[in-house]
């Protein structure tokens, strides 16, 4: 479907700007005498097509952050909103149909070592509705992109940390999502490498018009980011 510019009022506009909305949103881990607030009054905004930088202290609430806009664990109070779709009080079906438009990269990069490099990217293609011969296609152009072209058939074993990793950016990739989430995609590189595959993710996701939200202690790729936010205790600070 094509949209023109006159057919949308000015308020979807605005809305539809962002491809991440979050309105006074708060967690709690635990029940009872136990119950810990984790984030505390978070609001942010993230553009469609924007390149995000979360920093901030070890345990100060950022994988919790990233878990929740990723649909991967329930919002309990307050607004989130994915590319349009409010994720409080989501039902099952909303929250599946929200993660297929988001593409994961963690810091352990989760291949499935019984898998070759082909095979793992293939299977983030599986629920998709892509028939064969395009799906042989993205899969081939995605590793090529990466540099992995002639390691289609390898087992992860056989590759290295930074390969490994490209590996994963071409997974997050290949089914075109409209926004990726990394959790220390570069905890486990050397700096080299580390740098390298961010700036893979960033050329590639910018050729999709793609949103990108990594989480990184990493101080030798902030210069790659259009925004840097830091997170202490549970807040946003103003950086
Ligand atoms: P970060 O990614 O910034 O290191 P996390 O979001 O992982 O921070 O953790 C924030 C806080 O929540 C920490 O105090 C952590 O111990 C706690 N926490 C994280 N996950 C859980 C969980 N599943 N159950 C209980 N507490 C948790
Ligand atoms: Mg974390």
Same mark, same amino acid.
């Given at each position: *479907?094509?949209?023109?510019?006159?057919?949308?009022?000015?308020?979807? %506009?605005?809305?539809?700007?962002?491809?991440?909305?979050? !309105?006074?949103?708060?967690?709690?881990? $635990?029940?009872?005498?136990?119950?810990?607030?984790?984030?505390?009054?978070?609001? &942010?905004?993230?553009?469609?097509?924007?390149?995000?930088? @979360?920093?901030?202290?070890?345990?100060?609430?950022?994988?919790?952050? @990233?878990? %929740?806009?990723?649909?991967?664990?329930?919002?309990?109070?307050?607004?989130?909103?994915? !590319?349009?779709?409010?994720? &409080?009080?989501?039902?099952?079906?909303? !929250?599946?149909?929200?993660?297929?438009?988001? $593409?994961?990269?963690?810091?352990?990069?989760?291949? @499935?070592?019984? %898998?070759?490099?082909?095979?793992?990217?293939? *299977?983030?293609?599986?629920?998709?509705?892509?028939?064969?011969?395009?799906?042989?296609?993205?899969?081939?152009?995605?590793?090529?992109?990466?540099?992995?072209?002639?390691?289609?058939?390898?087992?992860?074993?056989?590759?290295?940390?930074?390969?490994?990793?490209?590996?994963?950016?071409?997974?997050?990739?290949?089914?075109?999502?409209?926004?990726?989430?990394?959790?220390?995609?570069?905890?486990? %590189?050397?700096?080299?490498?580390?740098?390298?595959?961010?700036?893979?993710?960033?050329? !590639?996701?910018?050729?999709?018009?793609?949103?990108?939200?990594?989480?990184?202690?990493?101080?030798?790729?902030?210069?790659?980011?259009?925004?840097?936010?830091? *997170?202490?205790?549970?807040?946003?600070?103003?950086?």
């Amino acid at each position: *479907m094509t949209y023109t510019i006159s057919s949308l009022s000015s308020t979807d %506009l605005s809305t539809s700007d962002n491809a991440i909305a979050i !309105l006074n949103l708060n967690h709690y881990y $635990g029940h009872g005498s136990l119950r810990k607030q984790v984030l505390t009054d978070i609001n &942010l905004q993230i553009q469609r097509g924007e390149i995000v930088l @979360l920093t901030g202290p070890s345990g100060s609430g950022k994988t919790t952050l @990233l878990t %929740l806009i990723g649909g991967l664990r329930s919002v309990q109070s307050g607004s989130l909103k994915i !590319l349009g779709d409010e994720l &409080l009080n989501a039902n099952r079906e909303q !929250l599946t149909l929200t993660r297929r438009r988001i $593409g994961y990269i963690f810091q352990a990069h989760n291949l @499935l070592n019984f %898998l070759t490099v082909y095979q793992n990217v293939e *299977m983030a293609l599986e629920i998709q509705h892509v028939s064969a011969l395009e799906a042989n296609t993205r899969i081939t152009d995605i590793l090529t992109a990466v540099g992995l072209a002639e390691r289609l058939h390898y087992y992860p074993e056989a590759l290295s940390g930074g390969q490994k990793q490209r590996v994963a950016i071409a997974r997050a990739l290949v089914s075109q999502p409209q926004i990726i989430l990394a959790d220390e995609p570069t905890a486990a %590189l050397d700096k080299k490498s580390g740098r390298d595959v961010v700036e893979i993710l960033e050329k !590639l996701a910018k050729e999709q018009g793609c949103t990108i939200l990594i989480v990184t202690h990493d101080n030798r790729i902030l210069d790659l980011a259009d925004r840097i936010i830091t *997170m202490e205790d549970g807040h946003l600070v103003d950086s």
